[in-house]
Nanobody, 129 residues
Framework: EVQLVESGGGLVQAGGSLRLSCAASGFRFNDYFIAWFREAPGKAREGVSCIRNSDGQTFYADSVKDRFTISSDNANNMIFLEVNNLKPEDTATYYC??????????????????????WGQGTQVTVSS
């Protein structure tokens, strides 16, 4: 059974940083893309970043690529998202999601929710001004 468990969210002042973690289990980690999405109140869920575990290639939404960094610890099946210089508009629930790389083999844009069929429960990030 695929399981994704996020942690690391919290309340932080604008300009601050957090490190979000996603613990993955139940699948061959290196065969998957792992992505971070976020959902703010009243807004659609949006892709933030993803990593292709087979080779470590990373992808970012334009809105965060200068402030967020995704990384993986393949030995421990962990994915991290370093979020820096946080802004109030970054306030959202952040979700970890997984998709088998074969399902994305014909895809060139990886940050769409419909591409991922395994989701965690989310971790809340609140940025105060």
């Amino acid at each position: 059974e695929v399981q994704l468990v996020e942690s690391g969210g919290g309340l932080v002042q604008a300009g601050g940083s957090l490190r979000l973690s996603c613990a993955a289990s139940g699948f061959r980690f290196n065969d998957y893309f792992i992505a971070w999405f976020r959902e703010a109140p009243g807004k659609a869920r949006e892709g933030v970043s993803c990593i292709r575990n087979s080779d470590g290639q990373t992808f970012y939404a334009d809105s965060v690529k200068d402030r967020f960094t995704i990384s993986s610890d393949n030995a421990n099946n962990m994915i991290f998202l370093e979020v820096n210089n946080l802004k109030p508009e970054d306030t959202a629930t952040y979700y970890c999601a997984a998709a088998h790389a074969l399902h994305l083999s014909l895809v060139t844009e990886y940050l769409y929710t419909h591409l991922y069929d395994n989701w965690g429960q989310g971790t809340q990030v609140t940025v105060s001004s």
